[in-house]
């Protein structure tokens, strides 16, 4: 198409027809053929004039469109925040979390990858609502658009008290708080470890208590932050140590009051499992009474306050020394029991008719053993007679018995039977071998060798089958023959 000036203020349009009648309009003048038009003392001639009116298209391929869409996408919505509920809920074996963001008219899918989970206090799962952040891209392989979670926060609920429920709910379901699983605490600790921070009140509270009531007790402090990133790491750490040292004879966990934040370190799930580990008692005295932390479920001791858990020690103490004076006063009880009835027993005793004649009963008791041992002097002298006469038969018999002849009798039996065995072993061995060597005649008569050293031959099939008829092969057929010295290979050429 080409514009060129005809006259002042007027310009010329030429286009060229195309060669394509389809994609050409053509467009008729409202004027006839070789018609003049004068403007501004100008005259030309118009003719039927054609244009190109089918624009030229692209076409895409699929990954291109996709990808078009992709950038687009991320170029609009690179950081947007979007609420709603989560459904469809599933973790994969990556660590990955895959959910479907949804609200009463929409759904959108979203991925919240391993690595940006860092930090986060609570697991996603279906039914709660939150708020995402990210960023909105097409996942090209199936061509659905979704979008990639940065960031979880919870709508209306806290995202620590429902963290603190559901890992509550997932170690009690592991049986982490079962009763039956508590160790108990020791009756006498004489050393007593504690896991706090130095700085802390809580551990001088602890310290002035056990040091008060409990003089002889020794006690170790392993410093820990208690808060901040990195404190359930040493907790972990320093209850390890204890339970690989052997030091202590019961851990106390003490910590003052403070916020869910400030407490959140003994919420941690490696803190719970270091102290269901443990194979020292543990005591947990965190925050205060109206404190509840996952350490406090999982320990073996609950105290409300640090200052309770010292108190719980010290209890045992005291409980010790009671039941030290129960048992003093238990024992003094029986003595007095025993030597009341010991008593009543001598005045019954006393009240009898031999006590009051003593002197006859001993005369008794003394004539009694006088009669009893005649009759054992007695039967002492008869049996040693019955014995001296055993002894005497038996040394006549023994006497009697000469030990040399029998011993000549019995090796003469035992010559004359060496004889005989060693000639019933000479038959018998000449009788298998003569019949070995009979056997060995009769095998060599028979066997197949012998057979062929006479003129005949064995024939078998390709396969190695005997073959003892005719019929078995086929004109063609290989067969091999074994004579008595070689072996011929053949063809049947003729039956």
């Not at 060129?4 to 060229?16: E, F, I, N």
């Not at 390709?462 to 078995?472: K, P």
Request: glycine share 6%; charged share 30%; proline share 4%.
């Amino acid at each position: 198409m080409v514009s060129r000036t005809v006259g002042k203020g007027v310009h010329s349009l030429d286009v060229s027809p195309l060669e394509d009648p389809d994609t050409v309009a053509t467009v008729d003048r409202p004027f006839p053929h070789r018609s003049r038009i004068t403007e501004h003392g100008t005259i030309f001639m118009t003719q039927q004039l054609t244009f190109n009116l089918m624009p030229t298209r692209h076409t895409f391929t699929v990954s291109e469109l996709t990808g078009k869409i992709r950038d687009l996408l991320a170029k609009n919505f690179t950081d947007i925040s979007v609420q709603g509920e989560i459904s469809n809920c599933r973790a994969a074996q990556s660590g990955h979390i895959y959910f479907t963001l949804k609200d009463d008219r929409a759904q959108v899918a979203c991925v919240y990858f391993k690595q940006q989970q860092r930090g986060i206090k609570f697991r996603p799962e279906d039914g709660l609502q939150i708020t995402v952040r990210g960023s909105i891209s097409v996942y090209e392989p199936r061509g659905e658009y979704q979008i990639y979670v940065e960031k979880i926060d919870l709508v209306g609920r806290g995202a620590l008290q429902l963290a603190f429920e559901q890992l509550k709910k997932r170690l009690e379901a592991e049986g982490l708080f079962d009763a039956a699983r508590k160790k108990p605490l020791p009756l006498l600790p004489s050393r007593i470890g504690i896991i706090s921070s130095p700085k802390g009140a809580a551990v001088r509270d602890v310290a002035r208590i056990l040091t008060r009531r409990f003089p002889n007790v020794h006690l170790m402090l392993y410093p820990v932050r208690v808060q901040g990133q990195g404190s359930p790491e040493e907790i972990v750490k320093a209850l390890k140590f204890f339970n690989k040292a052997k030091l202590v004879d019961v851990l106390i966990l003490a910590r003052g009051g403070g916020s869910m934040e400030d407490l959140w370190s003994f919420n941690e799930e490696i803190v719970a499992r270091a102290i269901f580990a443990s194979e020292i008692p543990v005591i947990s005295g965190v925050g205060h009474e109206t404190d509840f932390t996952i350490a406090d479920f999982v320990a073996d001791v609950r105290a409300s306050t640090p200052s309770a858990a010292a108190e719980l020690v010290v209890q045992t103490r005291r409980e010790f020394d009671k039941h030290i004076a129960d048992l003093r006063e238990a024992l003094a009880g029986q003595i007095r029991y025993r030597l009341l009835e010991f008593s009543r027993r001598v005045h019954e005793l006393s009240a009898r008719r031999g006590f009051r004649r003593p002197l006859d009963l001993l005369r008794q008791q003394r004539q009694r053993a006088d009669e009893m041992t005649s009759r054992l002097a007695l039967g002492l002298r008869a049996r040693l007679e019955q014995a001296r006469k055993r002894f005497t038969a038996a040394h006549l018999r023994i006497a009697a018995f000469d030990f040399r002849v029998k011993i000549a009798a019995f090796r003469l039996r035992l010559e004359k039977r060496t004889a005989n065995l060693g000639l019933c072993i000479e038959r018998l061995l000449g009788a298998k071998r003569e019949r070995w060597q009979r056997l060995a005649l009769q095998l060599q008569e028979r066997g197949p060798l012998k057979v062929l050293e006479r003129g005949y031959a064995i024939a078998t099939d390709a396969a190695g089958n005997l073959l003892r008829s005719a019929d078995q092969v086929q004109i063609g057929d290989d067969v091999a023959i074994q004579l008595h010295r070689g072996r011929l290979a053949t063809e049947v050429r003729k039956k």
